[in-house]
């Protein structure tokens, strides 16, 4: 346990010396900052609850999103929204942050990085991220600190056998910058990076498919939260990106957490699947976890 408490000392930050900095150090060079309360606004990724938001578009000199409050403080921060929902890791502000959606187009500085729209997801993109900062803090006057809380995780390890990672091959795949996979981009030679958790019900079991290219162990742990009742921890130690592919059943019906321990006789559960497709475990633990608060945050003023 002291481990775990000095690991996540060491990890935290404050949030609000974070914002500050990144005002002083990054911004969009203009941005456009509106309501919208069209019908299908959301888009087609994250489209339900407090992560209504379509995908947004990144290019060279563009940042463009319809999304919630709440969403653009997941990818300022470098969360993920759906892992800070479920287990309550963004708290506190007024409801309209988590159901309002807007939209926002921004002039990205010329010479500033290019991200990628699944680095932006990851956590991988610092420039934007800090833009994305200064654009909550200048326009929807945000107020957040972080703090940490004492709480039941899961603490993703190394198995006794060793690992059965497979490193992820720079290239081999493309992530998307826009809303949507270019299907028809006639040019391209390589297929699309995948990212993401997939639940298949069938009568018996939830089959679940987490597949995710070129992400590091900490993001997979975030995955992996997804379909448990706390969040997953990574203590692996192992640096770098891979690719992941882990199938596992769950005895619990769709909208109920599974237990990490039972079995289908047919399929792998968590636990078994992680071992013998990864070389990983989890083990059930308390620690202090990361928990982002919103003191006090304002509705934008009209452009």
């Known amino acids: 346990m002291k481990r775990i408490r000095l690991a996540f000392a060491l990890i935290l930050f404050s949030v609000s010396a974070l914002a500050q900095t990144a005002r ?25 609850g407090v992560c209504a938001g379509g995908r947004p578009q990144i290019d060279p000199r563009r940042f463009a999103a319809t999304a919630t409050v709440y969403v653009l403080i997941s990818w300022a921060y470098g969360r993920d929204c759906a892992n800070s929902e479920q287990h309550n890791l963004l708290t506190g502000g007024p409801n309209w942050v988590r159901k309002d959606l807007f939209a926002i187009q921004a002039v990205v500085p010329e010479g ?47 198995d006794r056998n060793g690992s059965k990672l497979q490193p992820f091959e720079e290239g081999s795949c493309d992530f998307p910058t826009g809303p ?20 298949i019900p069938d009568r018996t079991a939830r089959r679940v498919r987490i597949a995710a290219d070129g992400v590091t162990l900490e993001k997979f742990a975030q995955l992996l939260s997804l379909d448990l009742d706390s969040p997953v921890i990574d203590q692996t130690g192992i640096p770098g990106k891979f690719a ?7 005895a619990r019906p769709t909208g109920v ?16 699947a992680l071992r013998e497709q990864l070389g990983l475990r989890l083990e059930s633990a308390r620690g202090p976890v990361e928990v982002l608060v919103v003191d006090s945050v304002e509705r934008p003023s009209e452009n």
């Open 112 to 158: 500033s990085p290019s991200y990628s729209m699944l680095q932006l997801f990851d956590g991988q993109a610092p420039n934007l991220q800090a833009m994305i900062q200064t654009l909550l803090a200048d326009r929807f006057k945000l107020k957040i600190h972080s703090e940490s809380r004492v709480m039941p995780v899961y603490v993703l390890k190394v």
């Open 24 to 48: 002083r150090t990054a911004s969009f060079e203009a941005v456009s900052v509106k309501p919208n309360t069209l019908p299908g606004a959301g888009g087609p990724f994250g489209s339900v």
């Open 244 to 250: 992941f592919r882990v199938i596992y059943a769950s």
């Open 180 to 199: 949507q996979p270019q299907s028809e981009k006639l040019d391209q030679k390589r297929p699309w990076c995948s990212f993401g958790v997939e639940t």
């Open 257 to 272: 957490q599974p237990d990490i321990g039972t079995a289908q006789a047919t399929d792998a559960t968590l636990s078994t």
